[in-house]
Protein backbone atom coordinates (compact mmCIF):
# COMPACT_ATOMS: atom_id res chain seq x y z
CA UNK A 1 0.00 0.00 0.00
CA UNK A 2 1.42 3.38 -1.01
CA UNK A 3 1.05 6.99 0.45
CA UNK A 4 -2.05 8.49 0.43
CA UNK A 5 -4.24 4.91 0.57
CA UNK A 6 -5.99 5.68 3.67
CA UNK A 7 -9.84 6.10 2.68
CA UNK A 8 -12.73 6.17 5.07
CA UNK A 9 -14.06 2.23 4.72
CA UNK A 10 -10.42 1.07 5.63
CA UNK A 11 -10.72 0.77 8.75
CA UNK A 12 -14.11 -0.90 9.22
CA UNK A 13 -14.36 -3.79 10.66
CA UNK A 14 -15.77 -5.68 7.31
CA UNK A 15 -12.45 -4.42 5.68
CA UNK A 16 -10.44 -5.55 8.66
CA UNK A 17 -11.80 -9.13 8.37
CA UNK A 18 -10.94 -8.82 4.34
CA UNK A 19 -7.39 -8.38 4.99
CA UNK A 20 -4.53 -10.85 5.83
CA UNK A 21 -1.86 -7.51 5.79
CA UNK A 22 1.64 -8.19 6.37
CA UNK A 23 3.52 -11.46 7.06
CA UNK A 24 5.81 -11.40 9.50
CA UNK A 25 9.68 -13.20 10.13
CA UNK A 26 7.66 -16.46 11.35
CA UNK A 27 5.37 -16.40 9.17
CA UNK A 28 2.51 -15.40 11.13
CA UNK A 29 0.32 -12.87 9.59
CA UNK A 30 -0.47 -9.83 11.30
CA UNK A 31 -4.63 -10.29 10.56
CA UNK A 32 -3.83 -13.92 12.10
CA UNK A 33 -3.57 -12.25 15.95
CA UNK A 34 -6.53 -10.35 15.72
CA UNK A 35 -10.04 -12.56 15.82
CA UNK A 36 -12.54 -10.55 14.96
CA UNK A 37 -15.16 -13.33 15.41
CA UNK A 38 -13.92 -13.49 19.15
CA UNK A 39 -13.28 -10.00 19.87
CA UNK A 40 -9.58 -11.30 20.51
CA UNK A 41 -6.22 -9.69 19.95
CA UNK A 42 -3.10 -11.42 20.49
CA UNK A 43 -0.69 -9.79 23.12
CA UNK A 44 1.79 -10.16 20.88
CA UNK A 45 0.67 -6.75 18.84
CA UNK A 46 1.92 -4.91 22.65
CA UNK A 47 5.93 -6.50 22.51
CA UNK A 48 6.73 -7.04 19.00
CA UNK A 49 9.33 -4.68 17.64
CA UNK A 50 8.83 -5.54 13.59
CA UNK A 51 5.42 -5.00 14.81
CA UNK A 52 6.25 -2.04 16.00
CA UNK A 53 8.34 -0.43 12.84
CA UNK A 54 5.26 -1.22 11.01
CA UNK A 55 3.38 1.03 12.48
CA UNK A 56 6.10 3.72 12.71
CA UNK A 57 6.32 3.68 8.96
CA UNK A 58 2.56 2.75 8.31
CA UNK A 59 0.95 4.84 10.72
CA UNK A 60 2.73 7.34 12.52
CA UNK A 61 4.47 8.47 9.55
CA UNK A 62 1.21 8.90 7.36
CA UNK A 63 -1.92 9.67 10.32
CA UNK A 64 -2.73 13.33 11.66
CA UNK A 65 -1.15 13.55 15.24
CA UNK A 66 -1.73 16.58 18.00
CA UNK A 67 1.09 18.23 18.27
CA UNK A 68 -0.19 21.25 20.52
CA UNK A 69 -2.26 23.83 21.01
CA UNK A 70 -1.99 27.22 19.53
CA UNK A 71 -1.78 28.84 22.86
CA UNK A 72 1.18 27.45 23.48
CA UNK A 73 2.85 29.36 20.04
CA UNK A 74 1.03 32.70 20.15
CA UNK A 75 3.71 34.46 17.87
CA UNK A 76 6.13 34.50 14.92
CA UNK A 77 9.31 32.63 15.80
CA UNK A 78 7.72 30.84 19.12
CA UNK A 79 8.40 27.03 19.04
CA UNK A 80 7.79 23.88 20.83
CA UNK A 81 9.54 20.63 20.76
CA UNK A 82 6.71 17.67 20.29
CA UNK A 83 6.84 14.21 18.59
CA UNK A 84 4.73 12.43 15.38
CA UNK A 85 5.53 8.93 16.37
CA UNK A 86 9.08 8.65 17.07
CA UNK A 87 9.89 11.33 14.71
CA UNK A 88 10.87 14.55 16.69
CA UNK A 89 9.68 17.63 15.56
CA UNK A 90 9.70 21.77 15.71
CA UNK A 91 6.01 22.93 16.13
CA UNK A 92 6.66 26.80 14.85
CA UNK A 93 5.17 29.72 13.55
CA UNK A 94 7.40 30.86 11.16
CA UNK A 95 7.82 34.92 10.05
CA UNK A 96 4.52 35.67 8.44
CA UNK A 97 2.66 33.64 11.72
CA UNK A 98 2.05 30.66 9.86
CA UNK A 99 2.08 27.47 11.61
CA UNK A 100 5.24 24.94 10.59
CA UNK A 101 6.06 21.41 11.74
CA UNK A 102 9.78 21.03 10.78
CA UNK A 103 11.15 17.49 11.42
CA UNK A 104 14.19 17.75 13.90
CA UNK A 105 16.38 15.59 12.16
CA UNK A 106 19.44 17.94 10.38
CA UNK A 107 19.17 17.82 6.18
CA UNK A 108 23.44 17.45 6.84
CA UNK A 109 23.92 13.91 8.89
CA UNK A 110 20.96 14.41 10.96
CA UNK A 111 21.93 15.12 14.96
CA UNK A 112 18.93 17.20 16.27
CA UNK A 113 18.87 21.22 15.23
CA UNK A 114 16.99 22.03 18.37
CA UNK A 115 17.55 21.08 21.37
CA UNK A 116 15.18 23.70 23.84
CA UNK A 117 11.81 22.73 24.62
CA UNK A 118 10.56 25.84 24.02
CA UNK A 119 11.75 29.56 23.08
CA UNK A 120 11.66 31.82 20.70
CA UNK A 121 14.14 31.71 17.38
CA UNK A 122 14.02 32.69 13.67
CA UNK A 123 16.75 30.04 12.86
CA UNK A 124 17.93 27.11 13.82
CA UNK A 125 21.47 26.15 13.66
CA UNK A 126 22.75 22.39 13.75
CA UNK A 127 25.41 22.26 17.14
CA UNK A 128 27.59 19.43 14.47
CA UNK A 129 28.54 21.23 11.74
CA UNK A 130 26.45 24.78 12.06
CA UNK A 131 24.20 24.81 9.01
CA UNK A 132 21.30 27.40 10.01
CA UNK A 133 17.64 26.53 8.83
CA UNK A 134 14.85 28.98 9.23
CA UNK A 135 11.30 28.20 10.88
CA UNK A 136 10.40 27.25 7.63
CA UNK A 137 12.52 24.69 6.98
CA UNK A 138 14.41 26.40 4.64
CA UNK A 139 18.19 25.84 4.76
CA UNK A 140 19.97 29.60 4.73
CA UNK A 141 23.86 28.84 4.92
CA UNK A 142 26.36 26.68 5.96
CA UNK A 143 29.84 27.54 7.55
CA UNK A 144 32.71 27.41 4.96
CA UNK A 145 29.88 27.52 2.78
CA UNK A 146 31.50 28.23 -0.67
CA UNK A 147 34.57 26.68 0.16
CA UNK A 148 32.89 23.10 0.92
CA UNK A 149 30.08 23.40 -1.65
CA UNK A 150 30.53 25.65 -4.25
CA UNK A 151 27.80 27.32 -5.85
CA UNK A 152 24.70 24.38 -4.81
CA UNK A 153 21.22 24.77 -4.77
CA UNK A 154 20.25 25.15 -1.10
CA UNK A 155 16.58 24.49 -1.76
CA UNK A 156 17.44 20.96 -2.08
CA UNK A 157 18.77 21.08 1.14
CA UNK A 158 15.52 22.02 3.45
CA UNK A 159 14.14 19.99 6.60
CA UNK A 160 11.55 17.99 6.32
CA UNK A 161 8.37 19.02 6.93
CA UNK A 162 4.70 17.59 7.99
CA UNK A 163 1.10 18.96 6.65
CA UNK A 164 -0.25 21.20 9.62
CA UNK A 165 -4.23 21.94 10.10
CA UNK A 166 -6.33 22.74 13.55
CA UNK A 167 -9.26 21.67 15.25
CA UNK A 168 -10.51 24.19 17.71
CA UNK A 169 -7.08 25.38 19.04
CA UNK A 170 -5.28 21.57 18.97
CA UNK A 171 -2.90 21.49 16.02
CA UNK A 172 -2.39 18.23 13.92
CA UNK A 173 0.38 17.08 11.85
CA UNK A 174 1.05 14.62 9.14
CA UNK A 175 4.16 13.52 7.43
CA UNK A 176 2.48 12.45 4.25
CA UNK A 177 2.05 14.73 1.68
CA UNK A 178 -0.56 12.69 0.34
CA UNK A 179 -2.44 12.79 3.30
CA UNK A 180 -6.46 13.33 3.29
CA UNK A 181 -7.49 16.61 4.99
CA UNK A 182 -8.44 16.73 8.81
CA UNK A 183 -11.25 17.20 8.42
CA UNK A 184 -12.15 14.23 6.38
CA UNK A 185 -9.56 12.35 8.88
CA UNK A 186 -11.71 12.52 11.76
CA UNK A 187 -15.17 11.42 9.47
CA UNK A 188 -17.64 11.00 11.58
CA UNK A 189 -15.62 11.54 14.63
CA UNK A 190 -16.44 15.32 14.16
CA UNK A 191 -19.89 14.74 14.27
CA UNK A 192 -18.97 14.04 18.20
CA UNK A 193 -16.32 16.29 18.38
CA UNK A 194 -18.38 19.19 17.49
CA UNK A 195 -21.02 18.72 19.83
CA UNK A 196 -18.49 18.10 22.29
CA UNK A 197 -17.01 21.61 22.50
CA UNK A 198 -19.08 24.78 24.28
CA UNK A 199 -20.73 26.45 21.61
CA UNK A 200 -17.95 29.18 20.16
CA UNK A 201 -14.35 28.91 20.02
CA UNK A 202 -12.38 31.15 22.86
CA UNK A 203 -9.59 33.37 22.52
CA UNK A 204 -6.72 30.84 23.69
CA UNK A 205 -4.33 31.23 26.49
CA UNK A 206 -1.79 29.13 27.71
CA UNK A 207 -2.17 28.03 31.40
CA UNK A 208 1.00 26.21 31.36
CA UNK A 209 4.37 24.69 29.87
CA UNK A 210 3.23 20.74 29.05
CA UNK A 211 3.22 17.79 31.72
CA UNK A 212 5.06 14.98 30.21
CA UNK A 213 5.38 11.45 31.54
CA UNK A 214 7.13 8.29 29.87
CA UNK A 215 5.65 4.88 30.76
CA UNK A 216 6.72 1.50 30.70
CA UNK A 217 4.28 0.37 27.95
CA UNK A 218 3.02 -0.30 24.50
CA UNK A 219 1.26 3.36 23.16
CA UNK A 220 -1.44 1.21 22.11
CA UNK A 221 -2.31 0.41 25.57
CA UNK A 222 -3.37 3.92 26.27
CA UNK A 223 -4.82 4.61 23.18
CA UNK A 224 -7.18 1.54 23.94
CA UNK A 225 -7.45 3.03 27.07
CA UNK A 226 -8.39 6.06 26.09
CA UNK A 227 -10.51 5.45 23.19
CA UNK A 228 -13.11 3.22 24.60
CA UNK A 229 -12.10 1.75 28.02
CA UNK A 230 -14.99 3.36 31.13
CA UNK A 231 -14.77 -0.38 32.18
CA UNK A 232 -11.58 0.55 34.12
CA UNK A 233 -12.88 3.36 35.99
CA UNK A 234 -14.86 1.28 38.96
CA UNK A 235 -12.09 -1.02 40.11
CA UNK A 236 -8.42 0.89 39.17
CA UNK A 237 -9.81 3.96 39.99
CA UNK A 238 -11.69 3.09 43.15
CA UNK A 239 -9.55 4.86 45.70
CA UNK A 240 -10.56 8.01 43.81
CA UNK A 241 -14.05 7.79 44.86
CA UNK A 242 -12.71 6.82 48.18
CA UNK A 243 -10.94 9.58 48.71
CA UNK A 244 -13.41 11.84 48.01
CA UNK A 245 -14.29 14.14 46.52
CA UNK A 246 -16.04 12.08 43.80
CA UNK A 247 -16.87 12.50 40.50
CA UNK A 248 -20.45 11.19 41.24
CA UNK A 249 -22.90 12.68 44.25
CA UNK A 250 -23.55 10.42 47.20
CA UNK A 251 -26.60 11.12 46.28
CA UNK A 252 -26.82 9.76 42.08
CA UNK A 253 -24.67 7.05 43.78
CA UNK A 254 -27.51 5.83 45.50
CA UNK A 255 -30.10 6.56 43.08
CA UNK A 256 -31.83 4.05 40.85
CA UNK A 257 -31.25 6.37 37.87
CA UNK A 258 -29.92 5.22 35.00
CA UNK A 259 -26.69 5.29 34.15
CA UNK A 260 -25.36 4.54 30.90
CA UNK A 261 -22.00 4.42 29.34
CA UNK A 262 -21.66 4.64 25.24
CA UNK A 263 -19.16 3.67 23.31
CA UNK A 264 -18.59 4.80 19.11
CA UNK A 265 -16.06 3.46 17.04
CA UNK A 266 -15.83 5.22 13.82
CA UNK A 267 -14.40 3.85 10.43
CA UNK A 268 -10.83 5.24 10.66
CA UNK A 269 -10.20 3.79 14.04
CA UNK A 270 -11.07 7.23 16.43
CA UNK A 271 -13.16 6.18 19.62
CA UNK A 272 -15.33 8.12 21.68
CA UNK A 273 -16.67 7.01 24.65
CA UNK A 274 -19.64 9.00 26.80
CA UNK A 275 -20.82 8.75 30.30
CA UNK A 276 -24.27 9.80 31.43
CA UNK A 277 -23.83 10.65 35.26
CA UNK A 278 -27.42 12.06 35.73
CA UNK A 279 -26.86 14.18 38.80
CA UNK A 280 -23.16 15.25 38.59
CA UNK A 281 -21.71 16.88 42.00
CA UNK A 282 -20.32 19.78 43.06
CA UNK A 283 -19.19 22.42 40.93
CA UNK A 284 -18.51 20.65 37.70
CA UNK A 285 -20.30 21.85 34.63
CA UNK A 286 -18.83 19.58 31.59
CA UNK A 287 -21.63 17.75 30.41
CA UNK A 288 -24.03 20.41 31.05
CA UNK A 289 -27.09 20.71 28.25
CA UNK A 290 -26.48 24.55 28.31
CA UNK A 291 -23.04 24.14 27.20
CA UNK A 292 -22.70 21.34 24.67
CA UNK A 293 -25.54 19.84 22.75
CA UNK A 294 -25.10 16.06 23.93
CA UNK A 295 -28.07 15.32 26.28
CA UNK A 296 -26.13 15.75 29.65
CA UNK A 297 -23.06 13.18 28.42
CA UNK A 298 -19.04 13.59 29.38
CA UNK A 299 -17.40 12.86 26.33
CA UNK A 300 -13.70 12.02 25.54
CA UNK A 301 -12.49 11.18 22.24
CA UNK A 302 -9.08 9.45 20.96
CA UNK A 303 -8.29 10.80 17.61
CA UNK A 304 -6.65 8.08 16.17
CA UNK A 305 -3.56 7.04 16.34
CA UNK A 306 -2.55 9.60 19.30
CA UNK A 307 -4.38 12.03 20.04
CA UNK A 308 -6.69 12.75 23.03
CA UNK A 309 -7.98 15.61 25.24
CA UNK A 310 -10.61 16.31 23.09
CA UNK A 311 -14.42 16.24 24.39
CA UNK A 312 -16.17 17.56 26.93
CA UNK A 313 -14.91 15.28 30.14
CA UNK A 314 -11.16 17.25 28.93
CA UNK A 315 -13.26 20.92 28.72
CA UNK A 316 -13.65 22.18 32.24
CA UNK A 317 -16.43 25.30 31.99
CA UNK A 318 -15.44 27.87 34.58
CA UNK A 319 -17.68 29.74 34.81
CA UNK A 320 -19.88 32.23 32.26
CA UNK A 321 -18.63 35.82 30.33
CA UNK A 322 -20.97 37.44 28.11
CA UNK A 323 -23.41 34.70 28.03
CA UNK A 324 -20.57 32.51 26.33
CA UNK A 325 -19.30 29.63 28.52
CA UNK A 326 -15.21 30.40 29.68
CA UNK A 327 -13.51 27.04 28.91
CA UNK A 328 -10.35 25.52 30.30
CA UNK A 329 -9.09 23.19 27.69
CA UNK A 330 -6.71 20.14 28.36
CA UNK A 331 -4.94 18.38 25.21
CA UNK A 332 -2.93 15.51 24.88
CA UNK A 333 -1.23 12.87 22.91
CA UNK A 334 1.01 9.77 23.10
CA UNK A 335 4.35 9.58 20.89
CA UNK A 336 6.31 5.63 21.12
CA UNK A 337 9.37 4.83 22.37
CA UNK A 338 10.37 1.88 20.92
CA UNK A 339 7.14 -0.96 21.76
CA UNK A 340 7.56 -1.20 25.08
CA UNK A 341 7.78 2.25 26.31
CA UNK A 342 6.04 6.04 25.15
CA UNK A 343 5.44 9.30 26.30
CA UNK A 344 2.24 11.14 26.88
CA UNK A 345 1.95 14.86 27.11
CA UNK A 346 -0.72 17.52 28.32
CA UNK A 347 -1.16 20.98 28.26
CA UNK A 348 -3.75 23.10 29.49
CA UNK A 349 -5.39 26.41 27.22
CA UNK A 350 -7.65 28.85 29.02
CA UNK A 351 -10.08 31.01 27.33
CA UNK A 352 -8.62 34.71 28.03
CA UNK A 353 -11.37 35.61 30.02
CA UNK A 354 -11.21 33.04 32.76
CA UNK A 355 -9.96 35.42 36.17
CA UNK A 356 -6.81 34.10 37.35
CA UNK A 357 -8.36 33.06 40.65
CA UNK A 358 -9.80 29.82 38.50
CA UNK A 359 -6.61 29.22 36.82
CA UNK A 360 -4.72 28.55 39.93
CA UNK A 361 -7.18 26.01 40.52
CA UNK A 362 -6.35 23.98 37.18
CA UNK A 363 -2.38 24.26 37.54
CA UNK A 364 -2.60 22.45 41.01
CA UNK A 365 -2.87 18.22 40.50
CA UNK A 366 -6.45 16.84 40.38
CA UNK A 367 -8.34 14.38 40.21
CA UNK A 368 -7.42 13.31 36.74
CA UNK A 369 -3.81 13.64 37.83
CA UNK A 370 -4.62 10.69 40.20
CA UNK A 371 -6.74 9.41 37.75
CA UNK A 372 -3.35 9.42 35.36
CA UNK A 373 -1.36 7.66 38.45
CA UNK A 374 -3.25 4.37 38.45
CA UNK A 375 -3.57 4.23 35.04
CA UNK A 376 0.29 4.79 34.48
CA UNK A 377 1.11 2.45 37.20
CA UNK A 378 -1.03 -0.29 35.99
CA UNK A 379 -0.15 -0.24 32.39
CA UNK A 380 3.20 -1.35 32.48
CA UNK A 381 1.77 -4.53 34.47
CA UNK A 382 0.33 -5.55 31.10
CA UNK A 383 3.86 -4.81 29.03
CA UNK A 384 5.82 -7.03 31.74
CA UNK A 385 3.06 -9.80 31.20
CA UNK A 386 3.76 -9.77 27.66
CA UNK A 387 7.23 -11.10 27.88
CA UNK A 388 6.60 -14.25 29.26
CA UNK A 389 6.78 -17.26 27.37
CA UNK A 390 3.49 -18.73 28.27
CA UNK A 391 1.42 -15.42 28.96
CA UNK A 392 2.44 -13.70 25.49
CA UNK A 393 0.17 -16.65 23.70
CA UNK A 394 -2.59 -15.14 25.50
CA UNK A 395 -4.77 -12.55 23.92
CA UNK A 396 -6.76 -9.35 25.24
CA UNK A 397 -10.68 -9.94 25.26
CA UNK A 398 -13.10 -7.07 23.93
CA UNK A 399 -16.17 -9.54 24.09
CA UNK A 400 -18.26 -6.92 25.54
CA UNK A 401 -22.15 -7.37 25.29
CA UNK A 402 -23.44 -4.30 23.06
CA UNK A 403 -26.57 -2.54 22.82
CA UNK A 404 -27.50 0.55 21.16
CA UNK A 405 -28.45 3.47 22.47
CA UNK A 406 -32.08 4.14 22.82
CA UNK A 407 -31.24 8.44 23.46
CA UNK A 408 -28.14 9.16 22.11
CA UNK A 409 -28.63 9.20 18.15
CA UNK A 410 -25.47 9.64 16.24
CA UNK A 411 -23.40 7.93 13.22
CA UNK A 412 -21.62 4.90 13.43
CA UNK A 413 -22.09 2.38 15.40
CA UNK A 414 -23.35 2.91 19.32
CA UNK A 415 -22.92 0.10 22.01
CA UNK A 416 -23.86 1.14 25.43
CA UNK A 417 -24.38 -0.35 28.90
CA UNK A 418 -26.67 1.13 31.11
CA UNK A 419 -27.56 0.04 34.97
S1 LIG B 1 24.54 17.18 11.14
FE1 LIG B 1 23.74 19.14 11.17
S2 LIG B 1 25.24 20.39 10.29
FE2 LIG B 1 26.04 18.40 10.15
FE1 LIG C 1 -8.03 5.51 33.67
Not at 313 to 326: F, H, K, L, T
Request: charged share 20%; aromatic share 10%; proline share 6%.
Amino acid sequence: MGQGDWNMTMLSEEVLAGRVGPVLSDGVALGDLIDLDRREVAFRVLSDPEIHRLELSRIWARSWVGVGHVAEIPNPGDFMLRHIGEDPVIVTRDREGALQILLNVCAHRGMEICWADEGNQSQFKCPYHGWVFDNAGNLLGAPFEHEMYGDWDKSQYGLRTAKVAQYHGRIFGNFDPNAMPLDEWLGDAAWYLDRAFPKGDPEWENLMSPRRWVVHANWKTSADNNSGDMYHGSSLHKSISELGPSFVSKEYAESPAVVEGLKVSTAMGHGIVGFNFGAMSGTKKYGDPDYYDLDGYTFACMVFPATFGIGSSWNQVVGEADGMPMVIAQNGALAPRGPGKFEMWTSSAVDKRVPVEMREMFTKPGLLDLAGVDDTEGWPSIQRTTSGGVANSETMKYNVRREPSPHLVGPDPVSSIRR
